[in-house]
């Protein structure tokens, strides 16, 4: 079946710095895109989310970017912190059924 | 305070023993959901309900039962036949047909059979 996908595994920046975290996705069909925040031994948490009819959304120094043409979405940390140290799942919904499928997960680790 | 919480945290069983682990939600949420996660992946859909008394089996059902009498409970059943059951077992829920597909999650229960 389709799947979301992760371009990396792993991804370290400095603290203060901008973080981007990407996602691919295969099914041209999926009409919903959100964003979980995972810290380690907990529940996924929802940061944002986005629908297909928008192209950018933004939140509280969160920013989601989508392009459909590649299949594409990202999301955009603004000024990162040592609380934003986390695991970082993407997860799309497609043909209406309400279920989520979730990419592998992207390991944020913040730099002093 | 409304929420989903499951337990226990931590549960370990020995082999061939079945195990019940526990989901309730005070969120009045229609659907509910559960996931299995092992280390460095993703979470993958064991059964889903979107009402009462009725669920469907998710991309990874084999070896697990679920029922949902209950629009409150969705409690996940892990028999001998699920031949690899050590993981994180994480629930969620969510309000179908609302626009959006946001789930909420619980805590999750890390389970271990040795």
């Known amino acids: 079946g389709e799947s979301v996908g992760l371009h990396l595994p792993t991804l370290s920046v400095q603290e203060g710095d901008n973080s981007i975290i990407n996602c691919a996705y295969s099914?041209?069909?999926?009409?919903?895109f959100i964003w979980y925040k995972q810290e380690s031994g907990k529940g996924p948490q929802f940061i944002i989310d986005?629908?297909?009819?928008?192209d950018k959304r933004q939140g509280q120094r969160v920013t989601v970017l989508l392009n459909k043409t590649v299949k594409h979405l990202s999301l955009q940390i603004a000024a990162t912190q040592p609380g934003d140290s986390a695991v970082y799942f993407c997860?799309?919904?497609?043909?209406?059924?309400?279920?989520?499928?979730f990419g592998q997960g992207t390991r944020l680790t913040i730099n002093p | 305070d409304g929420g989903i919480t499951q337990s226990p945290k931590y549960l370990f069983r020995k082999e061939g023993q079945n195990v019940t682990l526990s989901c309730e939600q005070n969120?009045?949420?229609?659907?509910m959901y559960w996931y299995r996660q092992d280390p460095g992946q993703g979470l993958r859909l064991i059964y889903y309900?979107?009402?009462?008394?009725?669920?469907q089996k998710g991309d990874i059902a084999e070896g697990y039962s679920v029922s949902r009498e209950k629009k409150e409970s969705f409690p996940l059943s892990v028999t001998s036949a699920q031949k690899n059951p050590t993981a994180f077992y994480l629930c969620?829920?969510?309000?179908?047909?609302?626009?959006?597909?946001?789930?909420?999650f619980g805590p999750g229960t890390r389970l271990t059979v040795t």
């Open positions: 099914n041209s069909a999926s009409d919903y």
């Open positions: 997860a799309e919904n497609h043909g209406g059924a309400q279920k989520l499928v």
């Open positions: 986005i629908r297909s009819n928008m």
């Open positions: 309900s979107q009402i009462v008394n009725d669920f």
């Open positions: 969620a829920s969510s309000v179908p047909g609302r626009g959006d597909y946001e789930q909420y």
């Open positions: 969120l009045n949420h229609d659907a």
